[in-house]
């Protein structure tokens, strides 16, 4: 017998009131985000965007181009600017809250549920954090989301059109960060598992497949010039994330990290929800295969993160009609519940996770408790003391001096910070910097960092220690702990042509 006002049988309303008290909880989240992050400074992968927005292509060895093309119109706007450049960041954030409060409603929520829906999703740790940050994934969460959207919105109305905008989405988020195509893969097999197979007869459908491949178009070509560069590093960063364990946790931090912990319940109900539903069943296709896809190809757990906001939007419109089948003094003290659960652990995240703080307890904690946090810290003073070791070098060696970094934080805060000493372009073979080249004039003098005394001398002559990276706040990073030594050496021991004849190293 079908339940009178069950989400999942029953016809969904087009409208559940005013959109705006989900884009007000967006914005508030979004405005908490602006006012927090100018603490610090920028993360090391913040510096590779950084250095590759200077250098605008189709492609770069770790990644598609556009998040460095948002950088580079950030740089534009803004100069090194923290909360500028991490603006677009935060703007992705505000969209991913909004469209996964939409998604509730359009599946047939009320406010609670929109509203429930967009404060859980604001306070996951992982939402969370790519608002903090400028980076890739960031924007791989928004695409993700925006496409579930997309797929609600064809699957409620049974409109065919929406296949363009999914198409557009699908090639965005390919020209962002190609773990989208797990997400793709979910369709793919939500449309052949489920009745919304008709579609694949439908020319809409194979409009947006086209214009996602024509979005996508400029970097495959890219690849393909380059010999798929970006496939090698692939492979060669998901082997050393296995090797060094980052790969460990998969599923307990589906639960921990990727949506707050408080409403695993809520997401699970969502996901069987979708399962019973013959009309939306296709996007519990969309979870269920990228999920097994990354957990048999040891992904990271973060990779999934952009599946929970539709898992969230459907479970708490389960639990609203849920509710309503409830006497008033239940319904309350349970939504009370719900949202002081949530509030409890989005607290403790934000703790751990957004820069409230600069000094102080709130500061130490965070600092104890967030290896991210830790790279933020010490790169001005790094480029200034890599320009007074320069200082300090007889005037024939600062004549033909170079500067060879060992990673792309390194290199990254060199290029943008070093001009301002008048130091040199930075050499590395680590990832994009491999493709920009050697100098024509060898340098005979480098100072070298980011490498250890073994691999310093293994590469150039005449090795000394000339200094170490340090910080003022005595912060244990990547740079102050795994290779604090910086050095002058000699020149290379061995022709520059040969070591870039080897190919990039992936970092």
Known sequence: MTTIGSPLQRETPRYRGSVAPVLIIALLFGLAHMVTNGQYGFHRDEWQFLSDAQHLDWGFVP??????????LGLSMFGLSLVGLRLFSVLAQVLVIFASGMMARDLGGGRPAQIFTAVAVAL????????????????????????????????????????????????????????IAFELAGVLV???LTDARRYVTHGWFWAGGAIGLLVFAPNLVWLIRHDFVSYHF????????????????????????????????IWLAGLLAFFKDRRYRMLAWMYVVPLLLFLLAKGRFYYLCGA?????????????????????????????LAFAGVFAIGIYATLRIVPIASSGPLRDFALRNNGDLREEIGWDELVA????????????????????????????AIALLGPRYHLPAPITTINSGWLRGYPQTPPTTLIVLGNSREDANALFSDC????????????????SGDHPDIYVCGPLRNPWSELWKRGPDFG
């Open 63 to 72: 990644y598609p181009p556009l998040t460095a093309a948002l950088e580079h």
């Open 124 to 179: 996951s740790p992982l939402p969370m954090f790519q608002a903090t940050e400028f980076q890739y994934s960031s924007f791989d969460l928004l695409w993700w989301v925006l496409i579930a959207w997309c797929v609600i919105r064809l699957r409620r109305d049974d409109e065919p059109r929406w296949w363009l905008a999914i198409g557009l989405l699908a090639g965005l988020g390919l020209q962002t960060k190609y773990s």
């Open 190 to 192: 939500g449309v052949l």
């Open 234 to 265: 692939l492979q060669g960063i998901h082997a050393r994330d296995v090797r060094l364990g980052r790969a460990d946790g998969f599923l307990r931090d589906q639960f921990l990290l990727n949506a707050n912990l408080f409403v695993a319940p």
């Open 308 to 336: 929970y906001p539709m898992l969230l939007a459907m479970g708490s419109v389960v639990g609203e009609q849920w509710l309503g089948s409830m006497r008033n003094a239940w319904r309350v003290g349970i939504t009370v």
């Open 385 to 412: 003391r890599v320009a007074a070791i320069r200082d300090g070098l007889p005037a024939e060696q600062q004549a033909n001096l170079g500067i060879a970094v060992g990673n792309y934080g390194e290199y990254g």
């Open 464 to 479: 000394r220690v000339a200094g170490h990276t340090t910080n003022a706040l005595g912060i244990v990073n990547e740079e």
